[in-house]
């Protein structure tokens, strides 16, 4: 007992052997091998002995080929990172035409100076590129992950956490994520007017008679731990093939006893009313074990014949405490739980509704699942709970449920899950688990405590909905500018802005806010398409800026004459551009906080600054001349911010909280 199977082979010897391949199919009892049949590595022994002859070597093991498959490197599917590179593209095809035109405008059209319409030129292309996008995700990213981290949750990839909060399906496997090692007491019954104290006494007896307790007679120890003061005289470890264990002892008072500790429809006659107690009992998910006390001798091979039934022992599989509140936030969240076990699908299902887990009674053994995906894809979203799944079944399953467009997680721990965690938009792995699954998974619970899996969701949510935010900021930017530029184009004039203007509209507007905003609390769902929605919102508005801006400008070319002229006009478009870009900025930031509030009114006051302190405005060449443009630059602004208002009422404000 406890020796591994390095390799796959055919068992050649076997004396009461049992093999524990949970971790290869999900069975949690152990199997009884005899000679003929097939071990696989990555099971060991639980019981008895034996001997086998390899067949399966190296490359060729079961083990090493799932570690072969599980090595295989794939990245997490993100519809931000994809969004972002999507919008990247879009960017170029825009930027490239628009640049070259711009260059052609202010180099050869135009009569400048050199210096002066290369820094237009400049200041025309470089607002095109949405340049603190990717870095500012990668951040929001980043700090998801260590918060994650102080909560024992390793994020293996950054996108998991963006991944997990997109799931509409996650399938769970009960041993190791719904319930823990070990079983419990929950009641024992006399039988035959036994005196329950008499019981508890020749329990303990027996729970320190073995010293290699499996898990039903450690839960005996654990609820009677004071070892019951007999001495033992002669012990029968129990055996899958016999169902039962036994000890024989001197009791206190000189007397001897035997008793067998075993399963009831082994111990017990067909017709004896304590199995019909018993179905009731396996139908709510409780195992049951029989005491019963022997007459004749302990190892005589009828030694279960006649024995006189003493109490019904009842089992209860250790429940995660935090499992039933985890299901219940992914069924507020409107994320399906599907169960998958290797276990009875019956016993899994009372497992399930004991958590409260809705459609806990929707049960299927999963060899009565169809082969074809679409079929198979169709039963698995009508129930909720499935036994004796094998580890391709898993696979198959998570492929089915994604061919339905489906976004799935699955957790697990046992090397029978490394395909399946593999093939899943998210794996999740337990931290006790084996190592080829937490190699594979995106997310490891260091913990084990399923209960963290809502916080990742959270985070994920957090930098989903920030990122929306940011990403509609900088790409109000990018259609403003190339806008202005286009416009600039058509109508043969100077471009209105140096870059260091677009510097500092951009630092006030969208570097600083976006920074703060990126990292925010964000309880917001997770909603698909970002690229559609982020440009639903940021081209009307870009749109709205640019036409604003270029308006101020043409109207102050008209007004201004002179020596200074130029710089008059410049200041005035900016003022027009920082105060509709404001009001952008206002609208993202809803629903308002203080902090929030002071975010930005501090930018406001910033602008402010700019404009009253001279060295400032001779360094940003900013200077409101007159009171005519500056407020017509205000008058058109306010007119802007009420048609952003408009535009965005139509679209939905579907970034409020």
């Given at each position: 007992p406890g020796d591994k199977v390095v390799v796959d082979g055919t068992v050649a010897e076997a004396d009461s052997l049992e093999v524990d391949e949970s971790l290869l199919t999900g069975e949690a009892d152990p199997v009884i091998k005899r000679t003929g049949d097939a071990v696989m590595s990555g099971s060991f022994v639980v019981?008895?002995?034996?001997?086998?002859?390899?067949?399966?070597?190296?490359?060729?093991?079961?083990?090493?080929?799932?570690?072969?498959?599980?090595?295989?490197?794939?990245?997490?599917?993100?519809?931000?990172?994809?969004?972002?590179?999507?919008?990247?593209?879009?960017?170029?095809?825009?930027?490239?035409?628009?640049?070259?035109?711009?260059?052609?405008?202010?180099?050869?059209?135009?009569?400048?100076?050199?210096?002066?319409?290369?820094?237009?030129?400049?200041?025309?292309?470089?607002?095109?590129?949405?340049?603190?996008?990717?870095?500012?995700?990668?951040?929001?990213?980043?700090?998801?992950?260590?918060?994650?981290?102080?909560?024992?949750?390793?994020?293996?990839?950054?996108?998991?956490?963006?991944?997990?909060?997109?799931?509409?399906?996650?399938?769970?496997?009960?041993?190791?994520?719904l319930t823990e090692g070990g079983m419990d007491v929950t009641e024992v019954r006399p039988l035959n007017d036994m005196d329950e104290a008499y019981v508890h006494r020749v329990l303990a007896a027996l729970g320190s008679s073995d010293p290699r307790p499996n898990a039903s007679l450690q839960a005996i120890i654990d609820a009677h731990p004071d070892g019951g003061g007999w001495t033992a005289t002669r012990t029968m470890p129990f055996s899958s093939a016999r169902k039962y264990s036994g000890a024989s002892f001197t009791e206190d008072d000189g007397g001897t006893s035997a008793w067998l500790l075993g399963a009831p429809d082994v111990l017990l006659e067909a017709d004896d009313p304590a199995l019909t107690e018993t179905g009731h009992l396996n139908e709510q998910g409780l195992r049951v074990l029989l005491l019963a006390r022997v007459r004749?001798?302990?190892?005589?091979?009828?030694?279960?014949?006649?024995?006189?039934?003493?109490?019904?022992?009842?089992?209860?599989?250790?429940?995660?405490?935090?499992?039933?509140?985890?299901?219940?936030?992914?069924?507020?969240?409107?994320?399906?739980?599907?169960?998958?076990?290797?276990?009875?699908?019956?016993?899994?299902?009372?497992?399930?509704?004991?958590?409260?887990?809705?459609?806990?009674?929707?049960?299927?053994?999963?060899?009565?699942?169809?082969?074809?995906?679409?079929?198979?894809?169709?039963?698995?979203?009508?129930?909720?709970?499935?036994?004796?799944?094998?580890?391709?079944?898993?696979?198959?399953?998570?492929?089915?449920?994604?061919?339905?467009?489906?976004?799935?997680a699955m957790t697990g721990d046992g090397v029978n899950d490394v395909l399946a965690l593999k093939d899943a938009d998210i794996g999740v792995s337990m931290g006790s688990g084996s190592e080829a699954t937490r190699a594979v998974a995106q997310i490891v619970l260091l913990d084990n405590s399923f209960a963290t899996l809502p916080s990742v969701v959270a985070e994920g949510r957090r930098v989903i909905g920030n990122i929306t935010r940011v990403a509609t900021l900088f790409l109000t930017?990018?259609?403003?500018?190339?806008?202005?530029?286009?416009?600039?184009?058509?109508?043969?004039?100077?471009?209105?802005?140096?870059?260091?203007?677009?510097?500092?509209?951009?630092?006030?507007?969208?570097?600083?806010?976006?920074?703060?905003?990126?990292?925010?609390?964000?309880?917001?769902?997770?909603?698909?398409?970002?690229?559609?929605?982020?440009?639903?919102?940021?081209?009307?508005?870009?749109?709205?800026?640019?036409?604003?801006?270029?308006?101020?400008?043409?109207?102050?070319?008209?007004?201004?004459?002179?020596?200074?002229?130029?710089?008059?006009?410049?200041?005035?478009?900016?003022?027009?551009?920082?105060?509709?870009?404001?009001?952008?900025?206002?609208?993202?930031?809803?629903?308002?906080?203080?902090?929030?509030?002071?975010?930005?009114?501090?930018?406001?006051?910033c602008f402010l600054l700019v404009l009253a302190v001279p060295w400032l405005q001779h360094f940003f060449a900013l200077k409101l001349v007159g009171s005519v443009m500056p407020w017509t630059a205000v008058a058109i602004s306010v007119m802007a911010a009420a048609a952003l208002e408009v535009t965005w009422k139509l679209v939905g404000r579907r970034f409020r909280g």
């Open positions: 019981a008895g002995g034996g001997a086998f002859t390899a067949t399966k070597v190296g490359r060729e093991a079961y083990a090493a080929q799932l570690a072969e498959e599980a090595s295989r490197f794939t990245l997490v599917q993100s519809e931000l990172r994809s969004g972002i590179s999507t919008i990247l593209k879009y960017v170029t095809w825009m930027m490239v035409p628009t640049a070259f035109g711009l260059i052609i405008s202010q180099l050869v059209v135009k009569d400048n100076n050199f210096k002066d319409s290369v820094a237009r030129t400049v200041g025309g292309i470089v607002p095109m590129i949405p340049e603190g996008l990717v870095l500012l995700t990668s951040v929001a990213f980043a700090i998801g992950v260590i918060r994650l981290g102080r909560k024992q949750c390793l994020v293996q990839e950054l996108p998991a956490i963006e991944g997990l909060a997109r799931v509409d399906i996650v399938c769970l496997d009960k041993t190791g994520t004749g001798e302990l190892d005589a091979p009828d030694a279960a014949s006649g024995a006189t039934p003493a109490a019904l022992v009842v089992l209860e599989q250790r429940l995660r405490p935090d499992a039933g509140d985890t299901l219940a936030y992914f069924e507020d969240e409107h994320v399906d739980a599907k169960i998958i076990s290797g276990d009875n699908a019956v016993s899994v299902g009372a497992v399930a509704q004991k958590l409260g887990m809705p459609g806990a009674e929707h049960t299927l053994d999963a060899r009565k699942l169809p082969a074809e995906h679409d079929e198979m894809a169709s039963a698995i979203e009508r129930n909720a709970v499935f036994g004796r799944v094998t580890p391709q079944q898993k696979r198959d399953m998570v492929a089915a449920l994604q061919s339905r467009g489906h976004t799935v930017k990018t259609v403003y500018s190339v806008l202005l530029a286009v416009l600039v184009v058509c109508f043969q004039v100077e471009y209105p802005f140096l870059p260091r203007h677009l510097t500092l509209l951009s630092t006030l507007t969208i570097g600083v806010p976006a920074f703060f905003l990126a990292l925010a609390p964000n309880k917001e769902r997770a909603h698909p398409h970002f690229v559609r929605r982020v440009m639903r919102y940021s081209v009307p508005s870009g749109l709205i800026a640019g036409v604003a801006t270029f308006v101020t400008y043409l109207l102050a070319r008209h007004h201004y004459s002179g020596p200074g002229a130029l710089d008059a006009e410049t200041s005035a478009a900016t003022l027009t551009l920082f105060l509709v870009s404001m009001w952008v900025l206002a609208i993202i930031a809803r629903p308002y906080t203080w902090w929030r509030v002071a975010l930005v009114a501090s930018m406001g006051l």
